[in-house]
């Protein structure tokens, strides 16, 4: 007769309950000692491989960025310029980029943002006040300017026009004082030109007056900290 391969038993409380014989579990796990270890690369490697990569593409696709030029053969690195250029421009570039921040941002929250069109409107009006387009692009580069970083400068001077021109105040007898006392350093040559350009001159100074003060002003409030 075959072996039962269970068997009934009653609990205490009657009820019956199977057993199973511990001879006829399967096997499911098997030893430790038959378990192959899985060779997996460290992430020490694969951050190697995937930095060596990354340099390969690098130097191929922005070849000066990292290879420069070279002088008699050897590299001049990318870096070294970088580095260069870091000690000597950084401060005056992230000055002028927390400059152009704290404005824009204050003109955000007072809905004073010009917008584009304004920037060109104002840029041809300079380009006709000082002799039309070519000479005017002239005197950018004789300072070093490029149109697209002088319009930059452009938006942030609407910016604080928009917010503060409220403030400027020019009077009839601030041009008649004016005229009067600068009369040789007018190009105007009729009354009414020369009345026109004094109270343009009175208002650029009084913009700078009343603009570096706010200025100071906001940008003390914004927390500004450099690292």
């Known amino acids: 007769m075959a072996a039962k391969t269970r068997t009934q038993t009653k609990s205490k409380s009657g009820v019956k309950a199977s057993k199973v014989e511990s001879s006829v579990l399967p096997?499911?796990?098997p030893p430790l000692s038959i378990l192959k270890k899985?060779?997996?690369p460290s992430s020490g490697?694969?951050?190697?491989?995937?930095?060596?990569l990354f340099l390969l593409a690098l130097s191929i696709w922005k070849r000066n960025w990292v290879l420069a030029a070279t002088v008699y053969n050897k590299p001049?690195?990318?870096f070294e310029v970088l580095n260069r250029m870091d000690k000597n421009y950084r401060e005056a570039e992230l000055q002028a980029v927390i400059d152009g921040r704290v404005i824009m941002d204050e003109a955000a929250k007072r809905n004073a943002v010009p917008a584009p069109e304004d920037v060109k409107n104002r840029f041809i009006e300079?380009?006709?006040?000082?002799?039309?387009a070519d000479t005017f692009k002239r005197l950018l580069a004789q300072q070093g300017q490029s149109r697209e970083s002088f319009e930059s400068t452009l938006k942030l001077q609407l910016a604080m026009e928009k917010m503060y021109s409220s403030e400027i105040n020019i009077t009839?007898?601030?041009i008649d004082n004016?005229?009067?006392?600068?009369k040789?350093?007018?190009i105007a040559t009729d009354a009414a030109s020369q009345r026109q350009e004094a109270k343009q001159q009175l208002t650029d100074q009084k913009q700078q007056e009343v603009f570096s003060q706010k200025f100071a002003e906001l940008k003390q409030k914004a927390n500004v900290r450099i690292f």
């Open 27 to 29: 096997q499911t796990i």
């Open 38 to 40: 899985v060779h997996r």
């Open 45 to 52: 490697w694969v951050a190697f491989w995937a930095l060596v």
């Open 76 to 78: 001049v690195w990318g």
């Open 126 to 132: 300079l380009e006709n006040r000082y002799g039309g």
């Open 172 to 174: 009839e007898q601030d």
């Open 178 to 182: 004016y005229v009067k006392e600068n």
């Open 184 to 186: 040789n350093l007018l």
